[in-house]
């Protein structure tokens, strides 16, 4: 079942209601003091500074974001140690100069330490915990080191109801577990009993379970815990000892890299680009020679992954067809150190992270044109700023937006040089404020419903508006018109946003309908039984989890794959993002031709680079139709 | 099943009926979709405004007929994604050319229709993504649907109402679109499913 898609037309009558600040989405936290550090005592209790230890840090940013009551699970013999971390930790940690302060949940939370002895005592515990208390839930793991912010972005994002903090990038290999995801949505993932093939993304040990899930939390919970009370099933172990090879080969390419890297600095930085010299590792992992260092990390991260309970669950929510969706870490900090070495490490890397230039730079919209990227995000963030410490909300801004464009509109429509000229400068300066709208909603979180549909409409409302400015303008000056070339832009640009729409739910209609194997299976794919595949199939650890079978590959599939494969080639990204003509692009253009030229050169440029961008799209979407 | 691209299509009473008929052909909903739009645009293209009207007219009916062929039906196939757009391009290229054929302000009353149902189509795929709501019925009756509205379009062109009919068709939709569209959001309704966000400009990797 899709989301998003409708429901019955009838429209229950409902109470007025102001759609912000929306209600606290996460009401209780779940930590997982689990694993074992080198000491023999919690990892968690490691101490993070001289006030705080790991997990009372940690405590005290899942109540921050919301949380009122914080479980904390743990082994019974670390019961005493867990209590006294949690006590020493200070009262509350500094929030001044957080845009979103207020939306954190103040007072000192209620904190609970609970004793299991075992992964599966863990999870009947959450099974207990979930049934116990109303409101959405947050489980982590308790050795999770990250910024406020990253929690925040998962907690209180009305996007993600259901989701995990994940990240693209390097952070949290090769130990966190990996995941699958497709439009936003995890569609696999790994555990230290179940393969993922394909990841795309790591999972960050932070699981935020909406209201509406929590039987299906439940039921998963029960259902791991009943499994895996006596014994694991057949191939899990398999699968936890293939993971444990994967990392042998992780750990001796990074350390080969870093030695290839000393002999020659300057050839190696391309990352994991298949061209470049790899290791030859032996086909058995147990064979592969690792530092001392190296072979002690993987013995402690070993005793560290039969507990986490948090990938498990993710597992086993994303198998029973719930949508779990994906919060990104962004750039900002996280680690998850079980040593006191790796807690030092921790807080020399923190330092270079500024927690507000971090959220400023990451309320930029990931995948923007190139237009949009470096002529107007590079300063339009430092006006959400300003915006924010005004207290302008983002439907304020989207509202001045939208009568910019208007004015801009009226103003082309004189047809007059002069007008033109500040029809041009007045749509710029719309575009503008229409990026700050939504870099403040990220900037502050506040994401609203509404704000989204004003957004969305606005756009397409100050866009048309300016195609029929220009073209009373041109009627009003010049003897013909461009109502003709004006109705095809107009046309052209709507087929275009239909195709992208009806593309995005054709996918999701994919997604919506994907059949998932039962938990017991170690494999994420239908019908494939318990064998988990040898580790000696092992690539670049760009997948380290993933290698399809080799079965011939189609010639749209092999187009595809090199498609994809110049994105590596530096700039050749944002040719690719230019070609399909966004819409910083077009008001780029819009302004340029009209201020230089005239309405009918802005129209005649719209529609020759948006039939370049629709034919491009087209293709691509082709393409990829052909190679399902 | 998929809701989402049945919805987009905005179908009326003539795709419903059409249907029934195209249910029965072994050929893919996106393969008439596109026919439809190809026998609309291709004569548009290279007659354009010095085209007979009726001739006009009858490219336009054939264009939805079998453009409505596609419709009607719950999407399948790894090209339904072409369904929306195909009909999207059959209709605002036929409305666009019949204002052309009648001359005088045709072409801006078309636009002016053409702005009207663009809120319409784009509100079609926002409230859906936002609320995960579709507009009442009563609103797709006034609406009359693509094929309607095409189907009203060449009428108005054989009754020499044309540029005047459109403005007004212009005016009704604007109304009775923005009007329920915002009234919507007064009395909100709480969507008990996720709204799923996509990027608009998702131009695929």
Redesign the interface.
């Known amino acids: 079942m ?6 019955p ?1 009838a ?4 109470p ?2 102001p ?1 912000a600040p929306a209600p606290a989405a996460v009401t209780t936290a779940i930590l997982l003091a689990t694993a074992p550090g080198e000491d023999g005592d919690a990892a968690a209790t490691l101490r993070w500074d001289a006030s705080e230890t790991v997990i009372g840090r940690l405590a005290a940013q899942v109540a921050s974001v919301g949380a009122a009551s914080v479980h904390v699970i743990t082994r019974p013999e670390w019961v005493a140690s867990v209590e006294r971390a949690l006590g020493r930790r200070a009262a509350a940690p500094g929030l001044a100069g957080d845009p979103a302060s207020t939306l954190a949940g103040g007072g000192a939370p209620a904190v609970a330490v609970e004793a299991s002895p075992d992964p599966s005592g863990d999870l009947r515990a959450i099974a207990r915990i979930a049934r116990d208390s109303g409101g959405g839930l947050l489980i982590a793991q308790g050795e999770v080191l990250t910024q406020r912010e990253a929690l925040a972005g998962l907690a209180a994002d009305p ?1 993600v ?1 259901t989701g995990i903090l994940a990240t693209v990038g390097r952070v949290g290999r090769p130990f966190q577990q990996r995941t699958r995801s497709a ?2 949505r995890v569609v696999s993932a790994a555990s230290p009993y179940h393969g993922v093939t394909k990841p795309t993304t790591t999972f960050l040990g932070v699981l935020k379970v909406a209201e ?1 899930d929590r039987e299906t939390l439940i039921a998963s919970a029960e259902r791991l815990a009943a499994i895996t009370a006596d014994g694991l099933p057949e191939g899990w172990d398999d699968e936890i000892q293939r993971k444990m090879g994967i990392w042998r080969a992780v750990l001796a390419r990074a350390a080969w890299r870093q030695e290839m890297d000393r002999e020659s600095p300057l050839e190696h930085d391309v990352d994991d680009d298949n061209d470049t010299p790899e290791l030859e590792l032996p086909e058995d992992p147990s064979e592969i020679v690792l530092s001392d260092e190296d072979e002690a990390e993987i013995a402690r991260r070993g005793k560290v992954v039969p507990n986490d309970v948090a990938a498990m669950l993710v597992v086993a929510l994303v198998r029973s067809g719930a ?1 779990v ?1 994906v919060s990104h870490l962004r750039k900002l900090f996280w680690a998850r150190p079980i040593t006191p070495a790796g807690i030092e490490r921790a807080r020399l890397d923190i330092q270079e992270y500024d927690e507000d230039k971090v959220l400023l730079d990451s309320s930029v919209k990931a ?1 923007d ?1 190139f237009f949009t990227t470096f002529f107007v995000s590079p300063y339009s963030k430092y006006i959400a700023r300003w915006a924010a410490r005004r207290g302008l909300t983002p439907n304020q801004v989207t509202t001045i937006s939208v009568l910019i464009g208007f004015a801009a509109a009226a103003a082309f429509a004189t047809g007059e040089r002069w007008g033109l000229i500040t029809g041009a400068v007045l749509l710029q300066i719309a575009f503008t404020t229409d990026c700050v709208d939504g870099q403040l909603a990220r900037y502050t979180r506040q994401f609203s ?2 704000g ?2 004003l957004d ?2 606005f756009d ?2 100050k866009e ?1 508006a300016v ?2 400015g220009l ?1 009373i303008g041109y009627s009003a000056t010049q003897a013909g ?1 461009v ?2 070339l ?3 832009a ?2 052209l640009q ?13 996918r ?2 994919v997604i919506g ?1 994907t059949k998932y194997p039962p938990i017991e299976q170690p494999s994420d794919r239908l019908g494939a039984g318990v064998a988990p595949k040898p580790a000696r199939e092992v690539t670049a650890d760009a997948g380290p989890e993933a290698v399809d079978p080799p079965r011939p590959v189609s010639l749209p599939r092999r187009v595809l794959g090199l498609w ?1 494969r110049l ?1 590596r080639m530096p700039g050749l990204i944002w040719v ?2 230019m ?2 003509f ?2 910083g692009e077009r008001f780029a253009v819009i302004s340029i031709t009209a201020a230089l030229w005239d309405a009918e050169t802005t129209f005649a440029v719209l529609l020759a680079w948006g039939g370049v ?1 629709a034919t ?2 087209f293709a ?2 082709f393409l ?3 190679a ?1 | 099943m998929n809701q989402a691209l049945t919805v987009y299509r905005d179908d009326g009473q003539f795709a419903v009926a059409l249907a029934k008929l195209g249910r029965h052909v072994p050929v893919p909903s996106a393969v008439f979709a596109v026919l439809g739009a190809l026998l609309v645009l291709v004569p548009a293209l290279l007659a354009g405004e010095d085209a007979d009207e009726s001739a006009a007219g009858a490219a336009v009916i054939w264009g939805m007929l079998i453009g409505g062929l596609a419709t009607g039906r719950a999407e399948t196939g790894s090209f339904r994604w072409l369904v929306p757009p195909a009909i999207r391009l059959t209709e605002y290229a036929g409305l666009l050319w019949l204002g052309a054929v009648a001359g005088g302000s045709g072409v801006p009353a078309a636009f002016a229709l053409i702005c009207a149902l663009a809120f319409r189509h784009y509100d079609l795929v926002y409230r859906l993504r936002h609320r995960g709501v579709t507009p009442p019925a009563w609103v797709d009756n006034i609406g009359l649907g693509w094929d309607g509205r095409l189907f009203v379009g060449v009428l108005l062109l054989e009754f020499g109402a044309l540029p005047a009919g459109f403005f007004i068709l212009a005016g009704i939709f604007a109304a009775v679109f923005v009007t329920e569209s915002v009234a919507g959001w007064t009395g909100t309704v709480r969507s008990q499913e996720t709204a799923v966000y996509e990027e608009e400009e998702d131009e695929g990797q």
């Open positions: 899709t989301t998003g898609v409708t429901p037309r429209q229950t009558p409902a007025p209601r759609p996007r109801s439009r936003g509406a949508q969706g995948a044109g419903k509404l989204a549909w969305s409409v397409r409302t048309y195609f029929a073209a018109d109502w003709v004006a109705g095809a107009l046309t709507t087929v275009r946003h239909q195709m992208d729409f009806s593309f995005g739910a054709a999701q209609q309908e994809r994105d690719k993002r070609v399909a966004p819409i961008a491009y799209t691509g979407r990829r139709s052909v399902r």
